[in-house]
């Protein structure tokens, strides 16, 4: 069959005659590198009503002069296999159709977005994003992986990932060549590490924030393979710790904690001195265990002791999950237990915004481009909420607000001050508790979640099933707890004791 017949189908030979819809290929505008090599005419052209994303991806293909993907590795021979072989690979695509990913035959999708066909349909079309594909891994670490964050421009241009474990320590890795480098390991608590974060004071600091069950906040300072013991945080809490998140604000640095019992707590990190972190760091290591102590005594020296600018109760039950606020340096946004989220204003810790849910909130995190916060919860359930308040957002808000209109079938949708729940749970989600939900650095459309039933997920929010789902942790019955995300990779931890690294590019 030759690539005129094979694309007039669909990908399908049936020998049927199918009704026709005129669509345009319109590039999406978030590819900026090689759009001439993507870019298609937009003139409508006639394809097959019932053609799905698989079908119009071999047709740009064919379009860009590209090999056209076939069902079989071997395809039978014909006149044009030597031009077959000189032609590019196949690229996967992905259609946006009114702003939503296609998933459904083109004349299915089209009735669903009550879009008529009487005109030529606008299809945006980019590359899809592959699979997760697992890389590498540590080795066995002596207990559970309850936290992690990536950050990145350390030392090392691929960044720097660091996990908490139940075991009370702070452990850092290098991926370098798709390779995982342990580098330093630091026991801090006596009880696990509930909670981290980490920020990028300098070309050199890395600051590291944990909280823990044993109700101690602390922060290390990082450079390049030494860690240092930098201040503690007292007076602010109780309970155990089970969130944090910090932001560089001008010329300081602010943190935020929240507790088992709800409360909330707004600290300013002291500098860090270049000169006192060079004379006290010191390099510990997974096989220095008898170095330790002497090493953490040694800092303890300078240690600062900070008091909090702010401790109020702000939720009724454990704090799970905080970020600081894309909109103003002001806003400080918290999800807890108690099935709700708020907005601070860190200026007077007064309460801007409530939004109540019906489910516990497990972990949040923010859009990369908006406050609009993905939270995971313990009925299998990943949830959008719209926490933006005042008014004159920007272009980028727009185009997310947009994508959040939309209404499916065992999704409810709503916009501000509304809870906005776009991830169907049957079938199609998750199995088990939803641990932990990050959203992309680079693609505010784009997130990932881990669970108990020991998956990771990638999720585009402009659909209501996962783009792929892949398995975070090797033993059946183990649980996934954490996830991070890195240059072009995703990190994940869990009761397996293992971190994990898997490739996850465009």
């Known amino acids: 069959m030759s690539d005129e017949e094979r694309i007039d189908s669909g990908g399908e030979d049936d020998g049927v005659d199918e009704t026709k819809i ?104 980019f590359p899809a994003r592959l699979p997760p594909r697992r890389e590498d891994e540590s080795e066995t670490l002596p207990d559970w992986i309850t936290s992690m964050s990536f950050c990145s421009g350390s030392k090392n241009d691929e960044g720097v990932l660091f996990t908490g474990g139940a075991d009370g320590a702070i452990r850092s890795f290098f991926s370098h060549d798709g390779r995982l480098q342990p580098v330093v390991t630091a026991s801090c608590h006596t ?187 313990p009925d299998c359930a990943v949830r959008l909420w719209d926490l933006r308040t005042g008014a004159g957002e920007s272009g980028n808000v727009k185009t997310m607000d947009k994508s959040l209109r939309q209404s499916h079938k065992g999704a409810y949708v709503a916009m501000r001050g509304q809870l906005a729940e776009i991830f169907s749970t049957v079938g199609l989600s998750h199995l088990g508790w939803v641990s932990s939900v990050q959203w992309s650095p680079n693609d505010p459309f784009v997130l990932a979640s881990a669970s108990h039933d020991g998956s990771l997920k990638v999720w585009d929010i402009r659909s209501t099933t996962p783009l792929h789902s892949v398995r975070a942790v090797k033993k059946k019955g183990e649980k996934a707890l954490c996830l991070a995300f890195g240059h072009d990779m995703v990190y994940t931890g869990g009761s397996d004791c293992v971190v994990s690294q898997f490739a996850c590019k465009i």
């Open 22 to 125: 005129r669509v345009s290929f319109v590039l999406a505008k978030s590819i900026r590198h090689d759009r001439s090599s993507l870019e298609l005419p937009s003139e409508p052209m006639a394809v097959p009503a019932t053609i799905r994303k698989k079908g119009l991806s071999a047709v740009v293909n064919h379009l860009l002069d590209r090999k056209v993907p076939t069902d079989g590795e071997n395809s039978p021979d014909s006149d044009d296999d030597s031009d077959e072989e000189e032609r590019l690979p196949a690229i996967p695509f992905d259609f946006l159709l009114n702003d939503r990913l296609l998933r459904l035959p083109l004349d299915s999708a089209a009735r669903k977005e009550g879009l008529s066909t009487e005109h030529a349909l606008e299809l945006q079309y």
């Open 191 to 377: 009880s696990p590490i509930k909670c981290l974060s980490t920020i990028q004071q300098s070309d050199a600091n890395t600051l590291v924030a944990t909280g823990s069950l044993d109700q101690t906040l602390i922060t290390h300072t990082c450079k390049g393979g030494a860690m240092k013991l930098h201040a503690l945080y007292s007076g602010g809490h109780t309970n155990s710790i089970g969130s944090v998140a910090m932001k560089n604000d001008g010329g300081e640095t602010l943190m935020s904690s929240g507790d088992w019992d709800g409360g909330l707590s707004l600290w300013r990190i002291p500098g860090v001195s270049a000169e006192s972190n060079d004379e006290n760091a010191t390099a510990l290591t997974k096989k220095s265990k008898g170095n330790r102590g002497s090493a953490n005594s040694s800092s303890v020296a300078k240690l600062q002791e900070v008091k909090p600018l702010h401790s109020i109760k702000a939720h009724s039950s454990s704090i799970s999950g905080l970020e600081f606020g894309f909109e103003s340096p002001t806003k400080l946004l918290t999800g807890g237990w108690d099935h709700g989220l708020k907005v601070y204003d860190t200026n007077r810790m007064d309460c801007i915004l409530t939004l109540n849910g019906s489910r516990v909130i497990t972990s949040l995190s923010r859009c990369s481009n908006s406050d609009v916060v993905a939270t995971s919860s």
